[in-house]
């Protein structure tokens, strides 16, 4: 858990919060380090998820197609991760804000579900890339899409725990915590993860084990999350483009995130091309782009400290 207490520089906070005040339309982007705090690994920064693995080996349509058992466990590890942890004070400090300015939006990154868990309005929350909760049809002639499914396992053979004791036989906790850590380190303990590696301890599943649509029958069921390669939803990417276009942005928030995955990173530079100020909060200001550590202000610490301090 990020746990180091940001104290936001009062000079900072002051002219930030006198500015927060006069705004009218404000948007913010976010990134796993928003969910840092509860317990959420990040992609890229210290400990991230993906700093043991190449991400592309696990989060684009060709893994899937290649070996759909081992992306399905990469999702199923990572549904159960973010089933048991909580949203933290950042998430429920920007669903406040959406409640207090109906012309405030949030662009989240994230697809571990917890700014909808914080009760984010709906219509002010965007999730650029799909959700773990969302699983769809891979058959061509079938459209079958189901949201905000929970269940975990998914199916039996994707019991994490259970996977997991597989790995570590030691593994006493219940909360699962332990056991995801061992498919963590048994998904890719030194560098990228070799999906052919036949010694990758990750136990093969067939097909057949894996989820399947309920409606055409047979179709492998996938992720609902957008892929490396894939394009974002057309339905998210026109709202998104239809706020942007309506008029000046006063404020851009550009929250635990490295900003180098697009097209959502580009929606910081529409911003600043609408006279939007910027504001970054971040834990380390070498992970995020040159252009934005020098934003209008730079809150440096945990982004579930800092956000409902400077958004209160
Ligand atoms: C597409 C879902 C085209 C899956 C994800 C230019 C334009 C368009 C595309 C591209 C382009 N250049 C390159 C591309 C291709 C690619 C891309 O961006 N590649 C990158 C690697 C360069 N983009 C795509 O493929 C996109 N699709 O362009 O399609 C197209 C068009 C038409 C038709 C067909 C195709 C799709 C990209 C979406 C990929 N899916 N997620 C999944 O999650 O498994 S991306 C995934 O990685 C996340 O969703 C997230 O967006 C990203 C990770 O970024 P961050 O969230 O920032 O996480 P990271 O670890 O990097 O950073 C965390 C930060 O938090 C760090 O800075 C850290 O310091 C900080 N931090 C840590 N702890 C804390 C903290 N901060 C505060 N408090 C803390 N406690």
Known sequence: MASSRAVVPAADLQSFTEYLSGCKRVIALLGAGISASSGLPTFRGAGGLWRSYDATSLATPEAFQRTPGLVWQFYSYRRHMALQAEPNKAHY??????????????????????????????????????????????SFYCDYVREN??????????????????????????????????????MGTNGDVDISDASNPIPQLNEDELPKCTKCKNGLLRPGVVWFGEALPDKTLSEVDRWVAAGPIDLCLVIGTSARVWPAAGYVDEARSQGARIAVCNMDSSDTPGDLQFGDWFFQGDAGVIVPEILK
Not at 149 to 168: C, E, H, Q, R, S
């Open 93 to 138: 400090a920007l669903a406040e804000l959406s409640r207090r300015n109906q012309d405030f939006i949030t662009l989240s990154q994230n697809v571990d579900g917890l700014s909808p868990r914080a009760l984010h309005p709906s219509k002010q929350l965007h999730l650029l890339h799909g959700s773990l909760f969302d699983v769809k049809c891979t």
């Open 149 to 186: 499914d929970f269940t975990d396992p998914l199916v039996p053979a994707l019991d994490i725990p259970k996977m997991a004791a597989g790995l570590n036989p030691s593994a006493t906790d219940k909360t699962g915590e332990e056991a995801a850590q061992a498919i963590h380190n048994a």
